[in-house]
């Protein structure tokens, strides 16, 4: 058996997490063989709920978890940790701007950045899920200057899961034989997903689609899907985000399904495609051996180009808007 690793996650009382928790639990994040100490964190009055989980979680009797805390103490929910899943964050309330939300949560990710930065271990895995995730995730990176860059990344995982199921149901085929789908930017309603170098098997697929298809469905239909998913269900998506966070970790930690085959990822920007460097961007990304490349030399068109400033331009606005906590 390999030795136990420790999984910290946040707002663990939470939609998201009471199904994440399980699924990390079985090894489906990171692996049938992969004891795991989960390190449950919840804000003081959700520690009572959190409770509940943690009896549901010992009721399974997973053989592969070793361990659960539950704090409401980051310091103690951080410590030694090698994987951090930020699920939690403060929810829009009623006649709530845009910018105290971002506020809100930039005071949140800050103090979240400090804590990993003093007690987890210096390679961490962090996924921030909660939203503003591409802003939370540079706020928490920018907090935690020992810990290398690299290891700040935010969830567009579902956005691009999204993307392939559209593409299987307008070409009525199997989502494993769609490649190089790219989610480019903000996990918001300005994100791009880009389908001009996707393929079917190893064919181009731009060729089976018409123009007039990408703009008017499939692209506002992946930035809007999660109000659509809040008017048929009457809550927002829970379950299928969480399976996006699995995901995600898993594929960064242990490489693809399918080896080779991009991923989105919000990452820290090297500047690639011009994109401003102090930005958490969704970019196409390979992984391998626990670690990430931005695919390079992608020929943008103008159309592209057009939707990737939009949304590098939201993001700069966001930065703008909690720079003093940078
Ligand atoms: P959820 O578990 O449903 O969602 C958690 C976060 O994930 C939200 O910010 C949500 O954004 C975000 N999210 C990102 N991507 C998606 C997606 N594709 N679909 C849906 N959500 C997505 O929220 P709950 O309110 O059920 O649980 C949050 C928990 O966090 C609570 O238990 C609360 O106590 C805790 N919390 C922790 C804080 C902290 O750590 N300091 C602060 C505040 C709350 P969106 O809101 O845009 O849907």
Known sequence: MKPAVKVAITGAAGNIAY???FQIASGNMLGKDQPVILQLIEIPPALGALEGVVMEL???????????????DINVGFDDIDYAMLVGARPRSKGMERKDLLLGNAEIFSAQGKALNAVAKRDVKVLVVGNPANTNALITMHNAPDIAPTQFTAMTRLDHQRTLSQLSTKLEL???RIHQVAIWGNHSATQYPDVFHTLVDDQPVIEQLDMDWIEKA??????????????????????SAAVAAALHMHDWALNSAQPDDWVSMGIKSNGDYGIDDDLIF??????????????KGLEINDFSEQRIRLTEKELIEERD??????
């Open 19 to 21: 199904s994440l928790i």
């Open 58 to 72: 010992e009721d399974c009797a997973f053989p592969l978890v070793k361990g659960i805390v539950a704090t409401s």
């Open 174 to 176: 199997d989502h494993t």
């Open 218 to 239: 499939l692209i506002p239909d992946v930035q809007t899907r999660g109000a659509a998913i809040i008017n048929a269900r009457g809550a927002s998506s829970a379950a």
């Open 282 to 295: 969704s970019f196409p990304l390979v992984c391998r051996d626990g670690e990430y490349d931005v695919v």
């Open 321 to 326: 808007a909690i720079r003093h906590l940078l």
